[in-house]
Structures are given as C-alpha cells and as structure tokens.
C-alpha cells in the first residue's frame, strides 16, 4: 500500500465523519423543532383550560402570530362565532367617478379561488374591529391600489364600509326562516396620495 492511497482513504473517512457530524446535528435539529412546535400546538389550543396554559401563552404567542398558526375556537360549540361580516369599499376617482369593491367574500367564489383568498376572510374577520383601527389606512390604501386602473384617473379617497349581522341562535330559528337583514356603517374614510399607489 502507498501513502498516496492511504491519504486517499483518509480523506474519504474524514468526508464521512463530516457528513455523518452534519446528519446527527440535523437529526437534533430537526427533533427539537417537532418537539417545540408540538408544544406550542397543544398550549396554543388548552389556552383557556388552565393557569399553566394560560402562561404558555406569552411564550408560543410569537410563534404562533409569526407563523400564521393562532387559529381561534370560535366556530365550535358551545359558542360559534356569530357575526356575519364583510367589507366593502367605495373608492372614489379624481374625475368624480367611484367604484364598489368587495375583499374576496367567500360565498361568491369557487372552490379552487375560495383556498387562495380565505386569508382575506380572516383578515376581515378581525381587521374590521375598533381594537384593529390602526390596519384600516392599509386596507383602504389596498383597495385603492387594486383599482388604480383607469388612465389619467387615480383614486383620492376610499371609504371602508361594514355589512354585518348577527346570526340568530339555531335551536330558537324556525327551519327555513330568513336571515335578519345586514346592517351598514361606514367605518373609515381617507385621502389617497399619489405615493400611497406604489
């Protein structure tokens, strides 16, 4: 055997151990990720059961915020959610003209366009809220944004209006009965300046 080959050899040990260091670290890696990530799930969803949980929350709270993860129990029972809501804006052009846009409603779209837009839903959901206010310039500014289409025409104001109801209770509804009708309130107004169209 000559040195050459045996140094050979050793390289190819020493790429070995390298990769083998490298896939025990990723295992590890990998493992207190599943575990963290586990623990997060179940404090994020016993929140409200118990003192411990409810001081996990601090903790998983970025985590969960960051990643999108911080799903509500609000549509379950006892309680579901009982607020139908969306939001409507009327954006208005510098010739006078105005336009009604809608952000996605669910019931008007397709399946396939109902997955890509659901995150508009639960935007709504919360955003429309007083405790949510300081989102409601960038919602308008959005909505002038999408509609900034007509040539030598920008938008200069958008008005954020709410639709909302409150569902009745099911068990005290007679079958087939109506849906109370929804109520209006225009929330928000503002001006659109040119560099808010970027």
Same mark, same amino acid.
């Given at each position: 055997? &000559?040195?050459?080959?045996?140094?050979?050899?050793?390289?190819?040990?020493?790429?070995?151990?390298?990769?083998?260091? +490298?896939?025990?670290?990723?295992?590890?890696?990998?493992?207190?990720?599943?575990?963290?990530?586990?623990?997060?799930?179940?404090?994020?969803?016993?929140?409200?059961?118990?003192?411990?949980?409810?001081?996990?929350?601090?903790?998983?709270?970025?985590?969960?915020?960051?990643?999108?993860?911080?799903?509500?129990?609000?549509?379950? @029972?006892? %309680?579901?959610?009982?607020?139908?809501?969306?939001? %409507?804006?009327?954006?208005?052009?510098?010739?006078?003209?105005?336009?009604? +846009?809608?952000?996605?409603?669910?019931?008007?779209?397709?399946?396939?366009?109902?997955?890509?837009? %659901?995150?508009? !839903?639960?935007?709504?959901?919360?955003?429309?809220?007083?405790?949510?206010?300081?989102? +409601?310039? #960038?919602?308008?500014?959005?909505?002038?944004?999408? &509609? &900034?289409?007509?040539?030598? #025409?920008?938008?200069?104001?958008?008005?954020?209006? !709410?639709?909302?109801?409150?569902?009745?209770?099911?068990?005290?509804?007679?079958?087939? @009965?109506?849906?109370?009708?929804?109520?209006?309130?225009?929330?928000? #107004?503002?001006?659109?300046?040119?560099?808010?169209?970027?």
């Amino acid at each position: 055997m &000559n040195t050459k080959d045996l140094s050979e050899r050793d390289k190819v040990r020493l790429r070995r151990q390298e990769r083998a260091q +490298w896939a025990a670290f990723g295992r590890v890696a990998i493992t207190v990720f599943v575990v963290w990530h586990l623990f997060a799930l179940v404090v994020w969803a016993l929140a409200g059961t118990s003192e411990v949980a409810r001081q996990g929350m601090s903790i998983v709270r970025p985590y969960m915020t960051l990643t999108g993860l911080n799903q509500g129990w609000l549509m379950f @029972a006892p %309680e579901p959610y009982k607020l139908d809501v969306y939001v %409507e804006t009327v954006v208005h052009y510098a010739d006078g003209s105005q336009r009604v +846009w809608d952000y996605p409603r669910m019931d008007q779209l397709r399946y396939d366009d109902r997955y890509r837009s %659901e995150r508009y !839903r639960k935007y709504i959901e919360v955003a429309h809220q007083e405790g949510f206010s300081y989102l +409601w310039h #960038s919602m308008a500014t959005y909505a002038a944004r999408i &509609n &900034n289409d007509r040539p030598g #025409s920008r938008p200069v104001s958008v008005d954020l209006i !709410r639709h909302f109801r409150v569902l009745p209770d099911i068990q005290t509804t007679a079958p087939g @009965a109506p849906p109370p009708p929804m109520g209006v309130y225009k929330f928000y #107004s503002t001006d659109i300046q040119p560099e808010d169209l970027r």
